[in-house]
């Protein structure tokens, strides 16, 4: 059977995240190469797809949430264009800009998949509200907002879309959480598989069970990727570093399982921030851990 071809949709938009640079995400990820590591492996690439902020949108200052008029105007853009090439038999790979573009992603996704798995790799877990959120940042609401716990609905962004449930949703990854959050995740549903667990049982059981519930009874599984995911050591170009995180063999080896499984429909990759990066390494690594998702292999 011939690979699926991929589009690639670039989202240089940063201002979900509180500090500027992940805009330039996409581009500095193209610079080095995944287009080609992509054609390497036997992919048909579609990489002219961009997403920009039209003019002229601005939000209020001072509301509480930042840039939430900016945030729904690139959430819906960038949902016609994930259901776009859904439609046209083609898999979605979007490249962040900051963790709140997941929101149209998801939007954009679940107007085609009834009932679809989300994995979420992460050292936090976006899931604060309007009402919790401590620093007003769009980009830590996210999840939230595809689950359906925020006055922003997914709905409301793409026509056809719907909320994901959260027992088709697992975090992996997760060290620094809000009080709020805490309690969100024991009371929710959804699977959190902290730092914690991967130092106990390791990554690959840890993979395997997320598949098993984002994947069982699903019609798709999505991926979003939020490279903050990584220790810093390997990944410093990113604008919430948290220590403690997966180390560089451990991330590649969940892309490598996840790839494997031939499950995932779609993914985002998000939060490369090339102003804070050491020598472009965020973005390289970036580069290489799709390529391990999309069967990139040591032998
Ligand atoms: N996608 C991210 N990097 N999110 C960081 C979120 C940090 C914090 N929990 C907040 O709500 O602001
Ligand atoms: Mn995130
Ligand atoms: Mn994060």
Same mark, same amino acid.
């Given at each position: 059977m011939s690979q699926p071809s991929i589009s690639i949709i670039r989202v240089p938009f940063g201002l979900g995240a509180g500090r500027p640079g992940s805009e330039n995400g996409p581009d500095s990820i193209m610079k080095f190469g995944l287009a080609k590591k992509l054609a390497g492996l036997g992919y048909d690439v579609q990489a002219?797809?961009?997403?920009?902020?039209?003019? =002229? %949108?601005?939000?209020?200052? &001072?509301?509480?949430?930042? #840039?939430?008029?900016?945030?729904?105007? @690139?959430? *819906?853009?960038?949902?016609?264009?994930?259901s776009k090439a859904v439609a046209g038999g083609r898999v979605p790979l979007i490249l962040g800009g900051d963790h709140s573009i997941a929101i149209g992603s998801l939007a954009g996704l679940t107007r085609h998949y009834g009932k679809m798995g989300v994995i979420w790799v992460d050292a936090h877990?976006?899931?604060?509200?309007?009402?919790?959120?401590?620093?007003?940042?769009?980009? =830590? %609401?996210?999840?939230?907002? &595809?689950?359906?716990?925020? #006055?922003?609905?997914?709905?409301?962004? @793409?026509? *056809?879309?719907?909320?994901?449930?959260?027992?088709?949703?697992?975090?992996?990854?997760?060290?620094?959480?809000d009080r709020d959050e805490k309690e969100l995740i024991r009371s929710c549903g959804l699977t959190c598989f902290t730092m914690h667990e991967i130092d106990r049982v390791g990554i690959e059981k840890v993979v395997r069970e997320a598949l098993q519930i984002a994947g069982a009874g699903t019609d798709g599984v999505h991926l979003s990727f939020d490279v903050d995911s990584v220790d810093p050591i390997e990944a410093p170009g990113t604008g919430t570093p948290v220590r403690g995180g997966l180390s560089y063999r451990e991330a590649h080896l969940l892309l490598e399982l996840l790839s494997e499984s031939g499950r995932i429909t779609s993914a985002d990759f998000v939060e490369v921030n090339p102003l804070l990066d050491r020598n472009n390494q965020t973005s390289k690594l970036a580069v290489e851990l799709i390529g391990s998702l999309f069967g990139s292999r040591i032998l």
């Open positions: 002219d797809s961009s997403i920009r902020l039209p003019d =002229g %949108i601005r939000s209020p200052a &001072g509301a509480k949430m930042k #840039h939430v008029q900016e945030v729904l105007a @690139v959430s *819906g853009l960038l949902g016609e264009a994930v877990s976006d899931l604060n509200t309007e009402s919790t959120s401590p620093s007003g940042n769009m980009h =830590g %609401i996210s999840l939230a907002v &595809g689950l359906g716990l925020s #006055h922003i609905k997914l709905k409301d962004i @793409v026509e *056809g879309a719907a909320s994901i449930q959260a027992e088709n949703c697992v975090i992996i990854g997760a060290r620094d959480l």
